[in-house]
Structures are given as C-alpha cells and as structure tokens.
C-alpha cells in the first residue's frame, strides 16, 4: 500500500472511531464510511494480499499457475474477494490468471509481529510478515476489474484460445485448479467450465493439472493484520445495532414481538446501506417454557430473556455475532442472578476454546480438548466455531459444528491458520434457581482474531446483559 493509501487509511480509521474498543453492549455510535471510501480501502487491501500474501500461499501449495475461471452471476467463491466493489458479478466469463514468478525474493521473515492495535495502524505489518516472490496477474477478455488485472485481450468467444496462448508462454509446472470434495470455498470451478478448460489446456497442460484446495482456503483464511482494524469497524456498527435494538427505543414489553424485533435489525442494515448474509434471529426463554418459547407466542414480556443471531456485511466482511437480554420485571435493577450464572457458565466456555485452539493445531484437536475440561468443569457444552471474514461461514477449520461434536470429518483436520478471523460460536446449558432449576441455553458468538501469540476479541464479549426497562 503506497504512502498516500496509508495516510487516507489512518485517517478513515481515526474518523470512524477506531480508536476505541468498548465491551459488547457499550458501543459508541459510529460513523458508517461512504460506498466510494470503501472501494479505496477494498481495493488498496486486494493489492496488497496480491503483492505480499499471495506469492507465499502459492509456494506453500506447490502450485505456480493459479487459474480461476467464473461466469456472469455464478462467481467462484473465491472470486469476491479478488474483486473491487465497483464489480458486482463476473463479467460473462471471466478467466483471472495469477503466475508465480521465478527467481523473485524469497521469504526473509519469520518474525511474529504484534495484533494490529485499535490506536495504532498496522501499515508497516504485512509487508514484514509476507515477503516472497512476486505473482504476474492476467485476466483473459476484456475486463481488468479497476486495474488489479493485466488484460489478456480476447473476444468473448476466443477466451480458450487466449488462455491457451497465455499458458503455453510461461510454462506454468503445476497448475492449480478450484475444485474441492471437502471445501465449498475452493469447488468453485463448474462441471461445464472444467470441460472447456481441460480442452483448452490439452494433452501437454492437463497432466500438470491439480486441485487448489489448500491455495484457495488459506487465501480466503489468511487476513492482513491492518485488515482488522477495518473490521474492528464492521464489528462496532453490528454491536450498535444490537444494542439499539435491545432497548426501549425498539421493544415495549407486553406489545412488541420478536418479529418486530427481527425486521426492525433488518430495516435498519438496509437503511445503514449494509448487506446481509442471513436473516437475523430472536428468540425468547421463559420461565415455565423449558424447551423455550413456541413460535407462536411472540409478544415480548417482562421477565424475557432474549437471544439474537444476528450479523451484517460491511466493507466486504460479514460478522456474526450472538446477543442476549433481559426485560426487568416490576421493581428490578438487574437480572436474577441464575442468568447470570448462566451467561457466565457461556463466558467460561469461550474461555476454554480460546485456550485450547491454538495456531498450529486443528479444529478437532481444540473441541475435544474443549469439551473434556468443560465437562469435568460441570458445564454441559456444544460448541460449533467457524472462520469468517469474507464469508460469514468461512473457509478454514471448524471447531465442532451442531451435528459433529466429536470432529468435523476432514474439514475439522485442516490446521487453524495465523491471521485467521473466527466466530466464537457455543452455548452452555444452565440450571436457573429463579425459575425452578429450569435449564437454560445460553447462546454466544464473538468474533475474534487469532493472531501467532494467541486470540483477541475484535471488539470484546458480552459478560453482561442488555437490560429492558
């Protein structure tokens, strides 16, 4: 990123209040950046994982030809995040090229640098940590997606013969394709556009062909550390919402129901210009209700704790996160304290995944361990992490999912990556005095970073309620 790129950045982070991280529940308002700030910060990021992370991930997968082929509103997975915002979609077909450029410099630092801080930029960071050879990219057509593409230039109807052309000249040795039987992420290649590209390679080529598997997940799973403190941001105007729509300015109790709840978040990502990437979520436990709220009965009442799932897209990222509040009863300050307890059971289990889930490790590996101190702790646990970031369910290691609480098959074997963004996703179950030793589930997700030297919240954890007059 050149020096004027990382001015604006710092400056864009000190006006969008970057410089603090409250604790979930105490989110200051934020400012939300325009659509045209965002392209410049998208687009200066794409840059520079192209220039200093791409080159490393291809030599760690052995794969010196990446070739990544999508049609008009069927994009790879992959391909959104090598996209600027002003490009909605491929462009009928787009065939994006990326060499690995021999006799480059080689990595030269193995240096574990600090998190990206929320008052200091963490500019000077990736290049640093991924310095490698330098990566040639070609787009093959008529499209060079706001300049991050040399054009490879072709009519729509001779793009084979152009990539043809373009493969033949460097010669690639192994050439990485995305499919996949174990990662949406990295099976973006359709059988049809397989087809043409094995015809079009030929007998010389198709030998040379194989999956990009690994190349695809860890570009997908791998982040820049100046990248967090754009999401830091994303992550403060999610929390926002959530505490508004926790409070008196949306629920009256006794009249408004959980489906008011739900459009109003919905409306409100809407009128803020975000995306989203699933329908926001609320639900309620009562006391006298121990598998929970039917769904018809959905008026908001005093002595409610609710649950939100909720997460927004924003500056390219999705979060994901999950809330709970209380509504006070008549005479109430607080909520009784076997919710609390609850909440603290939920509290003590992301302590135990984010002490047992390490770089280096793999996701089975941290739910087993997990799970074993959780339950000689006396908690009763599920957990279900995953990777985020460009995805809302990203491309990486899973930690449990609802279903596979003894491992995720294949995917769970996958390393957890440095630099890697994950959604802290369990509940704990909980035994309430108040309400008659009824047993509670007590739902949280954080996001957070995983950094060499271990995790940081990106903008802290719920350990209190939002509390409902």
């Not at 410089?19 to 998208?42: E, N, W, Y």
């Not at 010669?171 to 992420?185: D, M």
């Not at 006391?287 to 997460?311: A, M, N, Q, S």
Request: proline content about 6%; charged content about 20%.
């Amino acid at each position: 990123m050149n020096r004027p790129r990382a001015l604006a950045l710092l400056c864009l982070l000190a006006l969008t209040g970057l410089s603090t991280t409250p604790a979930a529940g105490q989110t200051p308002d934020v400012s939300i950046l325009t659509h045209r700030q965002q392209a410049s910060l998208i687009k200066g990021f794409i840059e520079k994982r192209f220039e200093t992370l791409l080159p490393r991930l291809m030599r760690e997968a052995g794969i010196d030809m990446w070739i990544i082929v999508s049609r008009e509103y069927n994009d790879d997975p992959v391909f959104r995040s090598m996209a600027p915002m002003t490009t909605y979609s491929s462009r009928r077909r787009t065939i994006l090229v990326f060499f690995l450029e021999a006799g480059g410099p080689q990595e030269t630092s193995n240096a574990v640098l600090s998190p990206p801080g929320p008052r200091r930029s963490a500019e000077v960071n990736s290049a640093s940590l991924f310095s490698g050879s330098r990566v040639s990219r070609y787009s093959v057509g008529r499209f060079d997606y706001d300049g991050l593409f040399k054009v490879v230039p072709t009519p729509n109807d001779g793009q084979w013969e152009g990539l043809r052309k373009l493969v033949t000249e460097r010669n690639p040795k192994v050439i990485g394709i995305n499919t996949s039987e174990a990662f949406a992420h990295a099976d973006g290649l359709t059988a049809n556009e397989k087809d043409n590209l094995m015809k079009a390679l030929g007998p010389e080529f198709t030998p040379r062909v194989k999956s990009a598997e690994k190349l695809a997940v860890d570009w997908l799973d791998i982040k820049l550390p100046e990248e967090a403190d754009i999401y830091r941001h994303a992550m403060q105007v999610a929390h926002q919402i959530i505490r508004e729509a926790f409070s008196n300015k949306v629920i009256v109790p006794g009249v408004t129901t959980t489906e008011d709840v739900v459009w109003w978040m919905r409306q409100r990502v809407a009128e803020m210009g975000h995306g989203g990437w699933f329908h926001p979520s609320v639900t309620i436990a009562r006391k006298g209700f121990p598998d929970g709220v039917p769904p018809p009965e959905r008026t908001i009442r005093r002595g409610d704790l609710l649950h939100t799932d909720f997460g927004i897209v924003y500056v390219g990222f999705s979060t994901d996160t999950q809330h709970h509040a209380y509504v006070l009863l008549p005479g109430e300050t607080d909520a009784p304290q076997g919710l609390k307890d609850g909440l603290k059971a939920a509290n003590r289990l992301q302590d135990l995944t984010m002490q047992f889930a390490k770089v280096g490790g793999t996701g089975n590996e941290a739910l087993a361990a997990v799970r074993k101190q959780a339950i000689a702790e006396g908690i009763v646990p599920s957990i279900y992490c995953h990777p985020i970031g460009y995805h809302g369910h990203g491309a990486g290691s899973p930690i449990g999912m609802t279903d596979y609480q003894q491992g995720v098959p294949v995917r769970g074997d996958f390393p957890l990556n440095a630099y890697s963004w994950h959604s802290i996703e369990l509940n704990a179950r909980h035994k309430v005095k108040e309400w008659g030793d009824q047993e509670v589930r007590f739902a949280l997700e954080e996001d957070a970073f995983l950094f060499p030297a271990g995790w940081q919240w990106v903008l802290g954890r719920q350990s209190e309620f939002y509390l409902i007059k």
